[in-house]
């Protein structure tokens, strides 16, 4: 299993950063997959989470009506659409296959007030 994260960086309170998953090693199309952010200090935490189709999704209170996640199946690649940014959401945002201890690198994202 492999997982590339990209798309983070710094932005203003209001701003938008769309984050993309690479994944590569496995059937991506079979398997559910979730973003999940960790903040200075914090536990990591579960921001969002999609069905191997696509056709279901669930959020975390905290990022709900600001947040999409999405994917490609064609591309093997988990995107998070990430809208309405508040300083809370600053964290290194990972993605993850349901059901698989694999962590990649991360992306950090950064949202000043």
């Known amino acids: 299993v492999q997982l590339a994260e990209s798309g983070g960086g710094l932005v203003h309170t209001g701003g938008s950063l769309r984050l993309s998953c690479a994944a590569s090693?496995?059937?991506?199309?079979?398997?559910?997959m979730r973003w999940y952010r960790q903040a200075p200090g914090k536990e990591r935490e579960l921001v969002a989470v999609?069905?191997?189709?696509?056709?279901?999704?669930n959020y975390a209170d905290s990022v709900k009506g600001r947040f999409t996640i999405s994917r490609d199946n064609a591309k093997n690649t988990v995107y998070l659409q990430m809208n309405s940014l508040k300083p809370e959401d600053t964290a290194v945002y990972y993605c993850?296959?349901?059901?698989?201890?694999?962590w990649g690198q991360g992306t950090q994202v950064t949202v000043s007030s």
């Open positions: 999609i069905s191997s189709a696509g056709g279901s999704t």
């Open positions: 090693g496995f059937t991506f199309s079979r398997y559910d």
């Open positions: 993850n296959v349901v059901g698989v201890p694999y």
